[in-house]
């Protein structure tokens, strides 16, 4: 992997030159980890004139789920504690003869922008922007494999949970046995808080999970995603709790389910973003469900639960191939419930069999 690394170092470094910085900081921890391998806690990466450091408070701990080091990547840890690595980074690129340091302004905080300025006022800071994120956009097959294996262990969980008695029990409670199906199957932990949402809760996206009991003739529907060596995915189901499902549920499950198909259809190098937002959102708003729908069909996943790119209806942009990413299109009805399908999917050409579903729990309407 020490080449993998390295490589994507060399790609930034080569945005930077062609922006006019020679050196960058990097310090929001998902980027760290994408270029270093790992991010230990307020760790930052410099990318020096001469060499690029990992700084870090304390020596980095080895923990496969977070990620290891670097082999080819020096390690500089501060000598004093309570210091931020940040602005320690700053003067160690100082002490080279550095004059300007290109900076991630949408993860700094204005105080730590000022400290460094403070500290190292000879340095120029520009602004790196989104560079980074938009290294990560597309996947190469390691970081795949990463999601493939997550997802692999979310559907586990999910499948398990559906095979147990629902009735009586409470959504907290069925969140916390996935989440710990989840680590029992090999995940790092859960992608995001899992979401189980019943009755009239059903449907709404990133609901939290209360005290109320499952009963016979709900809806139940879950999201829920694991963390594998850092990359996360994402799943959400629904299902009628009991008994045959009614014809209002039918009705309205095969119309988020033709939407979710339609977008999922839509996964192709060179779609629009947008494009794949308005083929769920036409099928749903055709329906006249216009009013309440989520502002998005879905986005980009990885080293973080939500990534570029946005699927959704002002979105810009064109999708590449090897880019994860979910479509969850839903639709809640104030006080009766709702249907929510989520998958994750790894955008791939034609050639190739098209896109490439990660998460496999079967989207047949279920009555439990």
């Given at each position: 992997?020490?080449?993998?690394?390295?490589?994507?170092?060399?790609?930034?470094?080569?945005?930077?030159?062609?922006?006019?910085?020679?050196?960058?900081?990097?310090?929001?921890?998902a980027?760290?980890?994408?270029?270093?391998?790992?991010?230990?806690?307020?760790?930052?990466?410099?990318?020096?004139?001469?060499?690029?450091?990992?700084?870090?408070?304390?020596?980095?701990?080895?923990?496969?789920?977070?990620?290891?080091?670097?082999?080819?990547?020096?390690?500089?840890?501060?000598?004093?504690?309570?210091?931020d690595?940040?602005?320690?980074?700053?003067?160690?690129?100082?002490?080279?003869?550095?004059?300007?340091?290109?900076?991630?302004?949408?993860?700094?905080?204005?105080?730590?922008?000022?400290?460094?300025?403070?500290?190292?006022?000879?340095?120029?800071?520009?602004?790196?922007?989104?560079?980074?994120?938009?290294?990560?956009?597309?996947?190469?097959?390691?970081?795949?494999?990463?999601?493939?294996?997550?997802?692999?262990?979310?559907?586990?969980?999910?499948?398990?949970?559906l095979?147990?008695?629902?009735?009586?029990?409470?959504?907290?409670?069925?969140?916390?046995?996935?989440?710990?199906?989840?680590?029992?199957?090999?995940?790092?932990?859960?992608?995001?808080?899992?979401s189980?949402?019943?009755?009239?809760?059903?449907?709404?996206?990133?609901?939290?999970?209360?005290?109320?009991?499952?009963?016979?003739?709900?809806?139940?529907?879950?999201?829920?995603?694991?963390?594998?060596?850092?990359?996360?995915?994402?799943?959400?189901?629904?299902?009628?709790i009991?008994?045959?499902?009614?014809?209002?549920?039918?009705?309205?499950?095969?119309?988020?389910?033709?939407?979710?198909?339609?977008?999922?259809?839509?996964?192709?190098?060179?779609?629009?973003?947008?494009?794949?937002?308005?083929?769920?959102?036409?099928?749903?708003?055709?329906?006249?469900?216009?009013?309440?729908?989520p502002?998005?069909?879905?986005?980009?996943?990885?080293?973080?639960?939500?990534?570029?790119?946005?699927?959704?209806?002002?979105?810009?942009?064109?999708?590449?191939?090897?880019?994860?990413?979910?479509?969850?299109?839903?639709?809640?009805?104030?006080?009766?419930?709702?249907?929510?399908?989520?998958?994750?999917?790894?955008?791939?050409?034609?050639?190739?069999?098209?896109?490439?579903?990660?998460?496999?729990?079967?989207?047949?309407l279920?009555?439990?």
């Open positions: 992997m020490s080449e993998v690394y390295a490589s994507r170092r060399t790609r930034l470094r080569e945005r930077c030159n062609a922006s006019g910085s020679a050196t960058a900081l990097i310090s929001r921890p980027n760290v980890r994408y270029l270093a391998g790992a991010a230990p806690a307020g760790a930052v990466l410099l990318l020096g004139r001469r060499e690029d450091l990992l700084v870090c408070t304390d020596p980095p701990e080895d923990r496969p789920s977070e990620g290891r080091p670097d082999e080819a990547l020096r390690v500089h840890c501060l000598h004093r504690p309570g210091g690595p940040a602005v320690a980074a700053a003067d160690l690129l100082v002490g080279e003869g550095g004059d300007s340091l290109a900076v991630e302004e949408h993860h700094l905080t204005v105080a730590r922008h000022r400290e460094l300025r403070s500290v190292a006022p000879q340095l120029r800071l520009a602004d790196l922007g989104g560079a980074v994120e938009q290294l990560r956009v597309v996947k190469d097959e390691e970081e795949i494999s990463c999601l493939r294996i997550g997802a692999e262990i979310a559907d586990q969980a999910l499948g398990e949970l095979e147990s008695i629902l009735v009586g029990r409470t959504e907290r409670h069925l969140a916390l046995e996935l989440e710990r199906r989840l680590v029992d199957h090999g995940a790092d932990g859960p992608a995001f808080p899992t189980v949402a019943t009755g009239p809760n059903s449907g709404r996206r990133g609901h939290r999970p209360t005290d109320r009991r499952v009963e016979e003739g709900d809806f139940l529907s879950v999201c829920l995603g694991a963390s594998y060596r850092g990359y996360r995915c994402e799943i959400g189901r629904t299902f009628v009991g008994t045959s499902p009614a014809d209002w549920q039918i009705e309205l499950y095969d119309l988020v389910f033709a939407a979710q198909r339609a977008a999922r259809e839509a996964l192709a190098p060179g779609a629009a973003f947008r494009d794949v937002d308005r083929a769920a959102r036409h099928i749903l708003d055709s329906a006249g469900h216009s009013e309440g729908l502002a998005l069909t879905g986005h980009g996943v990885g080293l973080e639960i939500e990534e570029d790119p946005q699927l959704s209806p002002a979105a810009m942009g064109k999708l590449d191939a090897c880019v994860p990413v979910t479509v969850e299109p839903g639709v809640h009805l104030p006080g009766r419930g709702g249907v929510r399908i989520d998958d994750t999917l790894v955008v791939r050409p034609e050639a190739d069999g098209g896109p490439e579903l990660l998460t496999i729990t079967t989207k047949e279920l009555a439990l």
